[in-house]
């Protein structure tokens, strides 16, 4: 916990990277994160939500400051809304980079949406590192649950992972999107058979 909240401080302030405020305990010593509020929730929900609602119109102002409730979580999405999330991602992920920090868990999931879709904030620094910290330090942590799906294949050949993977996963991100967040291989349940087919030119 300690680790993930030192990660988040220092990535700094960015409106595409969801900020931490702080940290405290609990009276009975629970150790708690203060983190920024982002009222839309995580992205791989709200696509899903979205399923079967695309549209021409341009949609950002139906998502603007205040008017979640009115627009509804399903009236659509155009075009625009879709190069709004992926630009903000984008955006966010070019600031930790600024910062020296590989992410390591890029997903629709670990996305929130703050007060617009242009406001989409990268969250969630569990697996995340300084880039020039030893990654065998982290390799314990994230053989435990890593997310293999989003992973590139240089990880299952020499289980290194860099900030290129993290270009990989927003790749996979913006399959995401475009899927409504259906799951990437889904059909393949096995860690060790993905690796194989990507190293084998699979995608």
């Not at 799906?149 to 999107?177: H, I, K």
């Amino acid at each position: 916990f300690e680790r993930e909240v030192r990660v988040m401080l220092h990535a700094g302030t960015h409106q595409n990277v969801l900020a931490c405020l702080g940290y405290s305990k609990a009276p009975n010593g629970f150790p708690m994160a203060i983190l920024e509020l982002a009222p839309g929730g995580n992205l791989q929900t709200f696509l899903r939500e979205c399923r079967g609602h695309v549209t021409s119109r341009p949609g950002q102002a139906a998502y603007a400051a205040g008017s979640w409730a009115r627009a509804g979580r399903g009236s659509g999405l155009s075009g625009q809304d879709f190069a709004l999330i992926a630009r903000g991602v984008a955006h966010g992920m070019a600031h930790l980079t600024r910062q020296r920090l590989v992410h390591g868990d890029v997903a629709t999931r670990n996305i929130l949406i703050g007060q617009s879709l242009a406001q989409c904030k990268v969250s969630d620094f569990g697996l995340a590192r300084l880039e020039d910290e030893p990654e065998h330090i982290h390799a314990q942590v994230r053989q435990a649950r890593v997310p293999f799906r989003w992973y590139p294949p240089e990880y299952f050949s020499s289980r290194s992972y860099t900030r290129a993977g993290d270009v990989w996963a927003y790749g996979v991100l913006l399959w995401e999107l475009v899927s409504f967040a259906y799951t990437p291989y889904a059909n393949i349940t096995c860690q060790v058979t993905l690796g194989t087919r990507l190293l084998q030119g699979h995608r």
